[in-house]
């Protein structure tokens, strides 16, 4: 198991063994795993990542599996799914996130809060959980705590262009375009032939936030004259 993705190991006689990942028909090491998936040494000494799935515990993913296969309006059913995966597997971080995520559809942000930082006492280091959280908090328009996540996100991961976005966005609804700037310089030296995923995914976010900030240049200048 690694962050919202499974693998299969296979144990050969000697006692060594290989990781095959069935998505790209190729065998990957526990090393690069490791690097993708940015999983924190934190995680990795609880055995929340890269250890052999117990029965209980596959049952808990299949519940989560479940529970985002119904509709954003089912949210009872979704919760209620989440619920039973973490009655098989209590610490298993994906049913935290997808519960926090669904109470946050439903603007309960003290639940999804609650749900988060659950994850956060399980990883300490999951960057994206502090990402999710600053992203509450500016819906919230609490813009310092929203800052304080973004930045606790980068500096958990500081290779993820996202964060970076979030907060520059954050950034420019207390009018400090420089530090904005800043960010979206981040992210897009993150953007290269290597993360070509990320600039596709990323693009038209990082164009519409690349024009509000030129925007917000010139409405300082403007004020300057």
Known sequence: LTPG????????????????????????TDDEYISYFNISQHALSSKMYMTP????????????????????????????LCDKSLMNYNNYVNAWLTKGEIFALQNNFDEAITCFNKVLELDSLNYRTFDYIGSLYSR?????????HFT?????N????????????????IDNVDDAMADFESATSF???????????????????????????????????
């Open 158 to 173: 500081p290779n993820d262009p996202q964060p970076y976005m979030h907060r520059a966005e954050e950034y420019l609804k």
């Open 152 to 156: 606790k996100a980068i500096s958990c």
């Open 53 to 80: 799935l117990t029965d209980k515990q596959i049952i808990a993913t299949n519940y989560v599996e479940i529970a985002c296969s119904f509709t954003d309006s089912e949210f009872a059913k979704q919760l209620e």
């Open 140 to 148: 919230q328009n609490k813009s310092t705590d929203a800052i304080t």
């Open 5 to 28: 993705h499974m693998f299969i190991r296979w144990h050969l006689p000697d006692g060594t063994h290989f990781n095959y990942e069935t998505t790209q028909t190729i065998e990957i």
């Open 191 to 225: 953007l290269n032939e290597f993360t070509i995923f990320k600039f596709l995914v990323n693009y038209i976010k990082l164009t519409e936030l690349e024009q509000k900030i030129m925007e917000a240049y010139l409405k300082k200048y403007d004020n300057n004259k």
